[in-house]
Each structure stands twice: as structure tokens, then as C-alpha cells.
């Protein structure tokens, strides 16, 4: 079992940064490919990024491709997502999770992944 601790969330203007960061502990880091997921008010969540235990994987949704990076940290049980040129529109809650899978293992879906962290409020000003 993990538990995933999501921080780095807030209040920014429209084309600012934000790094969130996503601090594992419970069980080997390296054994989980990671995921980013968010959902907005009213709305389904919906996948953002992931990466995969070696860090060769890391796919986007189209929404944040170009603007936000995924990364890993093993020896600091740490995954981040630092987000650049931030809309209004990437006003959600931000959540991590976890999935005990291979290697080179991504998933897209939030029902692919076994263990989630309680979330990180980002809001957008324009």
C-alpha cells in the first residue's frame, strides 16, 4: 500500500506557474507508474499526465501538451507536474495516483490506477 500527499496547489493569474508535487510513502516509489488527474467543478475528472516507473513514458492530454511537464523523482519518492502558461480553464482539483505496474506502464485512465491522494486545489485568475 502507498499514500500519496499532493501539494504545491493555489491561486495564480492567467499565464503563471505552478509546480505540484506528489510525495509517496508507504512502499518502494519505483514500483508505481504515476498519474496526474483532475476535475474540474461540474465536470467528470479527466486524465492530464502520467509516467511510467522508468520515466521513458509520459503522455499528455491535448488540453496541457506543451505547457505542462511530468517528472519523477525515485530517491525522493516524488512525482511532480510543473505547469506553465496556466488558462482558467486548468482551474480543477489536482490529484495524484499510483498503479503497481511494468515498467514501460502508462495508463490514461483513472480506473487503472490502485491508490489516489486526497487532491490540490489550482485556480486560475484571468
Known amino acids: 500500500q502507498v499514500q500519496l500527499v499532493e501539494s504545491g496547489g493555489g491561486l495564480v493569474q492567467a499565464g503563471g506557474s505552478l509546480r505540484l508535487s506528489c510525495a509517496a510513502s508507504?512502499?518502494?516509489?519505483?514500483?508505481?507508474?504515476m498519474g496526474w488527474f483532475r476535475q474540474a467543478p461540474g465536470k467528470e475528472r479527466e486524465f492530464v499526465s502520467a509516467i511510467s516507473r522508468s520515466g521513458g513514458a509520459t503522455p499528455y492530454a491535448d488540453a496541457v501538451k506543451g505547457r505542462f511537464t511530468i517528472s519523477r523523482d525515485n530517491a525522493k519518492d516524488t512525482v511532480y507536474l510543473q505547469m506553465n502558461g496556466l488558462k482558467p480553464e486548468d482551474t480543477a482539483v489536482y490529484y495524484c495516483a499510483a498503479a503497481i505496474r511494468g515498467l514501460l506502464w502508462v495508463g490514461v485512465r483513472g480506473g487503472q490506477y490502485d491508490y489516489w491522494g486526497q487532491g490540490t486545489q489550482v485556480t486560475v485568475s484571468s
Open positions: 508507504g512502499r518502494t516509489f519505483s514500483s508505481y507508474a
